[in-house]
């Protein structure tokens, strides 16, 4: 069985931010980076079912050179080979051109499954997997929960997660795209052995200039502002006796605070 798992790189978690002079960036200088979350239960749902069914996980991932180090990652968690299309100008910068690299590389690729993580930790459009399973003309489930796979048959069943508590169960024919949510499944550590394995593993690395991709074509998206929200806070003390307080509280948590 082979498998794709789609990982981008973004910064860590417990980054604190400084937004750039001009107001429409981050300032990346002292930044550390990681796998997004959603990306790393990709990755792990990608090894169980290498696990289970045998066969070989790749990592695609369109970003900058850095990336070789969280890509290193993925390699000693148990992936067997990796793809780095570099795109160290940030060419592909929103989720369709991301999305029209990705395919141009699956093009000349064979697998039986395509995973992504529903959203990006960073911009969270939650778009890239959807745009890539239509330019390719696959089908596609998305908030992906569980992951069942008939190997005879050529089929996935994937079990979505909807509002309300709600899920549902949909079968589709291989090759598919599906995009994990994160918390599907405890995702593992490297050990010792996967590290120094991941040293031997192969990168191959393809400069973004070399697939002659008019990414200016595909719709574009510009970042006008980026600011911190405002922390404020502010109570009211509702007043009178008890059932015209009732009353009121009701009223406003109907039209106001829309939860009734």
């Given at each position: ?162 509002e309300?508590g ?27 052995r ?50 015209a307080?009732v ?14």
């Amino acid at each position: 069985m082979r498998i794709f798992t789609c990982l981008k790189e973004v910064p860590h978690r417990d980054t604190r931010y400084q937004i750039t002079a001009e107001g429409t960036g981050i300032v990346e200088t002292d930044l550390t980076f990681e796998i997004s979350e959603c990306d790393e239960y990709s990755l792990e749902e990608a090894l169980k079912l290498k696990e289970k069914h045998d066969g070989e996980v790749t990592i695609l991932t369109v970003g900058r050179e850095r990336s070789e180090r969280s890509i290193r990652k993925g390699l000693s968690m148990g992936a067997d080979r990796a793809i780095l299309v570099a795109d160290n100008e940030s060419k592909a910068s929103n989720p369709h051109a991301v999305a029209l690299v990705l395919s141009e590389i699956l093009r000349s690729e064979q697998y039986d499954l395509l995973l992504l993580g529903t959203h990006s930790d960073d911009f969270n459009y939650g778009q890239t997997g959807v745009i890539l399973a239509e330019l390719l003309g696959l089908p596609h489930a998305t908030i992906v929960m569980e992951i069942q796979v008939d190997v005879n048959n050529q089929t996935v069943r994937a079990m979505r997660e909807m509002e309300n508590g709600w899920f549902e169960w949909v079968e589709m024919s291989m090759p598919a795209v599906l995009t994990i949510q994160a918390g599907i499944s405890k995702v593992r550590y490297p050990s010792l052995r996967g590290i120094m394995q991941a040293k031997k593993k192969e990168i191959k690395k393809i400069d973004l200039s070399s697939l002659e991709l008019n990414l200016e074509s595909v719709p574009q998206l510009e970042i006008s502002k980026l600011y911190f929200p405002e922390s404020v806070s502010s109570a009211e003390i509702l007043k009178g006796d008890s059932s015209a307080v009732v009353a009121e509280l009701v009223e406003r948590l109907k039209k106001e605070a829309k939860v009734l």
